[in-house]
């Protein structure tokens, strides 16, 4: 199936369910990260959800990140034009919604991708070779290609994955691993 396709239909899938569904595979994702990767002292790059669109909720994980003392860093999306800044982000920092509905930190400190250890990737589908399906602006795959060699790019989802992604390009950048709440796929 193409991404168009994918796009659609895993949107459709995940505004069927309920908010207590959400809350639960939420917790089990991070329940299978947490076990499966040493997070001490990294910095850890990871998404505020939208909620209005049944994303992954990441609060309670990034609540763990601090506790484990990593840096924890998330974007911010500029819309002109289009892209992502990073900052990093403690306990204390204040957030606005901007128009898309994603809290976005407040007078936050800026960090440069290659200094990222982890990137947590939200995703509406991926296949069994680490190909990924986002919402189709290309955001992830700049950002990406930004960052360190060395960086984990671990995708989350709510589904587990389809045998493969028609329409993948060379300027997609594939995962090395994704937690679903069932498991975690390595795909290196």
């Given amino acids: ?82 892209g992502l800044s990073h900052c990093i982000i403690d306990e204390n920092i204040a957030y606005e919604t901007d128009k898309l509905g994603i809290p976005c930190p407040i007078q936050a400190v800026a960090i440069s991708e290659n200094k990222i250890d982890v990137v947590i990737i939200p995703l509406l589908a991926f296949d069994n070779k680490g190909a990924r399906v986002g919402y189709g602006k290309g955001l992830y795959d700049r950002f990406l290609a930004q960052c360190n060699p060395n960086c984990m790019k671990i995708g989350v989802s709510l589904f587990e994955p389809i045998s493969s992604i028609s329409g993948v390009n060379e300027h997609d950048i594939p995962l090395d691993y994704c937690a679903t709440p069932n498991k975690i796929y390595k795909f290196k």
């Avoid at 569904?21 to 790059?45: A, D, V």
């Fill in 1 to 82: 199936m193409d991404k168009v396709d994918l796009r659609r239909k895993y949107k459709l899938k995940r505004s069927q369910l309920t908010s207590s569904e959400i809350k639960s595979y939420s917790e089990q994702i991070f329940t299978q990260i947490k076990s499966h990767f040493r997070l001490e002292n990294k910095t850890i790059h990871i998404f505020l959800p939208i909620s209005k669109f049944n994303e992954i909720n990441t609060a309670a994980f990034i609540e763990f990140l601090f506790e484990l003392k990593c840096t924890v860093a998330t974007s911010i999306t500029h819309f002109s034009p289009l």
